[in-house]
């Protein structure tokens, strides 16, 4: 059965002009148009967006640095829809130090079949390679439905994904809509080398019960990652559970660290007793020392030692472990 990616079009006309500060010729018959990011000596690539323009085509290499009345600066982005549309570039080399792709930057460029990303990027937009013959190459998609671009996860085949995810050791990132409506997916590991998490990344991931990151160091997270994601737990390694929590945008998500003891994780732990009571909640067998209860934002109300915690008001808490296990309460 022929695997294919699902992606929706958005078509998105656009309103304004692109001024562009300067114009490079980095190789005979491509000129490539920069935007000076305010106050640096650092540029963007953007679409000049005139009627003259002669998009590049062959094999396009961006370059790292370039020079303007004197000054050189450095490539440090490529701008939302900056080479949409240019159907004759063929082969793409993205230089390190760039860290932002925008979205659509590459859209419907038709001919597009070799792309090089650098190990730099912490943002991957939407859409960036749509329409292009490496997103439309099924030879380019894992046995398990994944499309990468080098060490950059940026679509799916929901149809071809199961319901677990594992990402291999060395990926980078987790691109802007990549498990995008991926309803079967229970579980997802990420390796400790993943250092960003896009925008919209789990969306619709309605069956998401378990998000187990292997790295102390949380990735950067955007803040609408899980829309139309249902309750799920996000898995840290042992003593990483406050970094997590005191990470943008970990803090609304239930963080449980995965410790182990004797060869046992703690996590596969049997959960302690919990009843809801009048002005609160009693908890047996929790283990005492270190078992805590916290609100879905992280901050803590109270030790559970004593067997009973009085609430402050209605609503869903977590009662974490002295081994990182966790559940959710709602108290009502």
Not at 108 to 116: H, N
Not at 170 to 176: A, D
Not at 295 to 324: E, K, M, N, S
Request: glycine share 10%.
């Amino acid at each position: 059965m022929t695997r294919k990616i699902i992606i929706i079009v958005m078509l998105l006309a656009a309103t304004t002009a692109r001024a562009f500060d300067f114009r490079v010729e980095v190789a005979a018959g491509q000129k490539v148009y920069f935007t000076i990011i305010a106050g640096t000596n650092t540029v963007k690539v953007v679409n000049p967006d005139w009627d003259s323009y002669t998009p590049p085509s062959g094999a396009l290499t961006l370059p790292a640095t370039v020079e303007n009345n004197s000054t050189t600066y450095s490539v440090v982005a490529i701008d939302e829809r900056a080479f949409q549309g240019c159907t004759g570039i063929t082969a793409i080399v993205v230089p390190e130090g760039v860290t932002r792709i925008g979205r659509l930057a590459f859209a419907q460029c038709s001919a597009l079949e070799s792309i090089s990303l650098p190990s730099t990027l912490t943002v991957l937009g939407s859409y960036a390679f749509t329409g292009t013959a490496y997103f439309g190459n099924n030879d380019n998609i894992t046995d398990e439905g994944l499309l990468f671009i080098g060490a950059y996860l940026i679509a799916s085949a929901p149809s071809s994904v199961g319901s677990a995810v594992v990402l291999p050791e060395g990926t980078l990132g987790v691109g802007n809509m990549a498990l995008y409506t991926c309803s079967t997916v229970e579980r997802v590991t990420l390796p400790a080398t993943v250092r960003f998490i896009g925008e919209q990344a789990f969306n619709g991931c309605s069956s998401l019960d378990t998000l187990e990151l292997l790295g102390a160091v949380p990735p950067a997270l955007e803040s609408n990652a899980f829309t139309d994601v249902g309750t799920f737990t996000v898995l840290v390694p042992c003593q990483s559970g406050d970094t997590y929590r005191s990470a943008p945008n970990w803090n609304a998500q239930t963080i449980v660290e995965k410790c182990s003891q004797a060869g046992v994780e703690i996590a596969d732990a049997p959960l302690p007793t919990v009843t809801t009571v009048a002005g609160g909640i009693t908890i047996a067998n929790s283990g005492q020392e270190g078992c805590r209860v916290s609100d879905l934002l992280g901050r803590q109300i109270a030790r559970c030692r004593d067997g009973f915690v009085a609430l402050p008001r209605h609503g869903v808490y977590v009662v974490t472990l002295p081994g990182g296990k966790s559940i959710k309460v709602m108290y009502r």
